[in-house]
């Protein structure tokens, strides 16, 4: 075969070139990182895990929320911008008294307005816990396991339905609905080993991309209303006096002293990329008993009576796993 | 203790001094739970009837609330208990539920009581999942507005227990549970009525 080496050819060719990755880019640009129909059919689960992850972060979209547990339906309106470092956020609770959450990376401005008060919450990570989003889908998949189960329409959304079954009894498992084009979650079920619903949320109405960074600005004006911080201090659990044993293949998050209703704790966060669960240690009032709390849809707790203190374990765990972490939590020597 | 204090017919005399102390001091007992059964007994019954005795019960309990949680003090007003009578009044009847037999995964997804009416139909609204939307269970259950003896499905819990101890665990973990998939926000969806913790609350 003779080999074209005109000039022209080769003009031809690269402007072949730069013409498909501009379409491509094009087409990434309004996908969010998507790909070709094939490519969308072809993908395995854990990709589809990683798209979604990314995709909660990346996109721009703004719509409505809708979260059900048990008997309760609540409904929040979202805004979110990725400015290509951090996210932005605004929750807008419809329902109860007006909130308002606004988020800019890491920090999270509660805004109460019959108190006429921030509350600025500031996450304050340890140098050695490294960032959740990080998390590698290998390692979430020791513990659950993926499938695609199907393809169905959630508002206005060709959706891909996942599902995603804990490998042990000690957590729960998830369903999600993605959109094919963009990988956005668009509905999440949690369910227990029964496979009863324990919460669910969907997005109504939601507009992906052309966001508008006005909508992230908050419903009141915040001029001469009081500003607290919480203040976390990262601490060392050991050097505190502390074992603790979270389940296998919750990693710590955070480590901190923080102020509680009434006083200081610990606070010692784990996660297992799905769910999370808090560790609070407190000086122990003088009534407490082991006990547990009401469930609250997928969120248990378990309070326990260790000596001087109180340790109440909180997450989005089954009860019995709850109780499991506080009943392992350990006074060590100093 | 003499019974007579809380004597109903006694109620519509001025209270002077000492009497109105004694009634407001020993419902004081009552909610802390100081009281023998006999007394509460006796105490409980003399509510029914003296009007002023049930307001200050009320008020009573409205102040530990907003001790113990500014979120379930709001919670009193002078219709609340009318309208949850009312809403008990025009509840189904609940038959032999232990004699049903287990349910489907299309009724697990059916909630008893006012509040999943309520429920599905704002999930009918928004159209969430079809196979509970278009269900004839939930069409069926929308509509009871007198009390019909109904075989109801009983499952799951329908009052949010808003246990204020809760409440602030969950307020403390929203702020570093750091969800992955869905967005950062999601913890504080599920969470909207717990209030922030605050310094030196």
New interface residues.
């Given amino acids: 075969m003779q080999r074209v080496d005109l000039p022209v050819w080769r003009w031809i060719n690269a402007a072949i070139f730069l013409l498909v990755c501009a379409s491509l880019s094009a087409a990434q640009e309004r996908a969010g990182g998507t790909a070709s129909v094939d490519a969308v059919d072809g993908r395995s689960p854990e990709q589809w895990?990683q798209i979604?992850?990314h995709a909660?972060r990346r996109l721009d979209y703004t719509g409505t929320?809708?979260?059900?547990?048990?008997?309760?339906?609540?409904m929040?309106k979202?805004v979110?911008v990725f400015d290509g470092q951090v996210?932005h956020?605004r929750?807008q609770?419809m329902?109860?008294?007006p909130?308002e959450?606004i988020?800019n990376a890491d920090e999270?401005r509660?805004l109460?307005p019959e108190a006429r008060?921030v509350?600025v919450?500031r996450?304050a990570r340890a140098e050695s816990f490294p960032a959740?989003?990080a998390?590698a889908t290998a390692e979430l998949l020791q513990h659950y396991s993926v499938k695609i189960v199907g393809r169905e329409r959630v508002?206005g959304f060709d959706c891909q339905v996942l599902e995603i079954r804990p490998r042990q009894a000690d957590r729960y498992g998830y369903r999600?609905w993605v959109d094919r084009a963009t990988g956005l979650?668009l509905r999440?079920q949690t369910l227990n080993e029964r496979?009863?619903?324990l919460?669910?949320?969907?997005f109504?109405d939601v507009r992906i991309g052309g966001v508008d960074r006005e909508q992230l600005k908050p419903s009141w004006s915040t001029e001469g209303w009081r500003v607290?911080?919480?203040?976390?201090r990262p601490i060392d659990l050991r050097e505190q006096g502390w074992r603790l044993v979270p389940p296998s293949g919750f990693k710590p998050?955070?480590a901190?002293r923080?102020?509680?209703?009434?006083g200081q704790?610990l606070?010692a966060?784990y996660?297992d990329?799905?769910a999370?669960?808090?560790v609070?240690i407190e000086p122990a009032a003088a009534a407490a008993a082991n006990d547990q709390?009401?469930?609250?849809?997928p969120?248990n707790?378990y309070v326990r009576r260790l000596g001087e203190s109180t340790v109440?374990v909180?997450?989005?765990v089954p009860a019995d796993t709850a109780r499991a972490v506080a009943q392992a939590a350990e006074r060590i020597g100093r | 203790m003499n019974p007579d204090t809380i004597d109903p017919s006694k109620s519509a005399v001025p209270s002077v001094g000492g009497r109105a102390d004694d009634r407001a001091q020993r419902l004081s007992c009552l909610l802390d739970g100081e009281l023998d059964e006999h007394e509460c007994r006796a105490l409980i019954a003399g509510l029914r009837d003296d009007k002023e005795a049930g307001h200050k019960w009320a008020l009573f309990n409205c102040v530990g609330d907003a001790m113990r949680s500014a979120d379930v003090a709001s919670w009193h007003s002078d219709q609340f208990v009318a309208r949850v009578s009312a809403a008990l009044e025009r509840e189904p009847t609940v038959l032999a539920p232990a004699a049903l037999p287990p349910r489907s995964a299309a009724r697990r997804w059916l909630l008893p009581g006012a509040g999943a009416v309520a429920a599905a139909a704002v999930l009918i609204a928004i159209g969430l999942p079809s196979r509970q939307a278009v269900s004839p269970e939930t069409m069926a259950a929308r509509t009871p507005a007198t009390p019909t003896p109904t075989v109801a499905a009983v499952q799951g819990p329908v009052l949010i227990d808003r246990s204020p101890q809760l409440e602030r665990y969950l307020a403390a973990h929203r702020e570093l549970a750091e969800p992955t998939l869905m967005p950062n926000s999601t913890p504080y969806v599920r969470t909207s009525g717990a209030m922030p913790i605050q310094e030196g609350r």
């Fill in positions: 895990l979604v992850q909660a929320m809708v979260y059900q547990q048990g008997a309760e339906v609540r929040s979202i979110h996210s956020e929750l609770p329902d109860g008294r909130r959450f988020r999270v509660c109460i008060q509350v919450e996450k959740l989003a998390t508002g999600l979650m999440s496979g009863d619903v919460e669910q949320m969907a109504v607290e911080q919480t203040a976390h998050l955070y901190v923080r102020p509680m209703a009434g704790a606070q966060v996660s990329g799905l999370s669960l808090s609070f709390l009401p469930q609250r849809g969120i707790s109440t909180v997450g989005e």
